[in-house]
């Protein structure tokens, strides 16, 4: 079984930093992309950035100047570093880790169950 748990959300001023991480555990074989979206109250899922096995990053437009995506492989865990935070980046934020399970031979999209930002004024 594998948990893939974030944690670092919570309320922040406009202007302001914040640094979420995400974490996996449990029965894994091998970590591939680890990605963060996000989900605003009436709005669709959207993907904020990706970080592959190999260190490749990808931006939301709309973040792409204020965040920074890293991973630490040795700790299984992927973090994201968001400065001048807007009013307009209060969201859930979710973490989805591309992995394969130890004993098999396929890899599968898991998601951590979120958590919230809120940008105050």
């Known amino acids: 079984q594998v948990q893939v748990v974030e944690s670092g959300g919570g309320l922040v001023q406009a202007g302001g930093s914040l640094e979420l991480s995400c974490a996996a555990s449990g029965n894994i074989g091998r970590i591939y992309t680890m990605a963060w979206h996000r989900q605003a109250p009436g709005k669709q899922r959207e993907l904020v950035a990706s970080?592959?096995?190999?260190?490749?990053?990808n931006y939301a437009d709309s973040v792409k100047d204020r965040c920074a995506i890293s991973r630490d492989d040795s700790k299984n865990t992927t973090y994201l570093q968001m400065n001048r935070l807007k009013l307009e980046d209060t969201a859930v934020y979710y973490c989805k880790v591309a992995m394969r399970a130890r004993g098999t031979g396929w890899s599968y999209d898991y998601w951590g169950q979120g958590t919230q930002v809120n940008v105050s004024s």
């Open positions: 970080i592959t096995r190999g260190g490749t990053t």
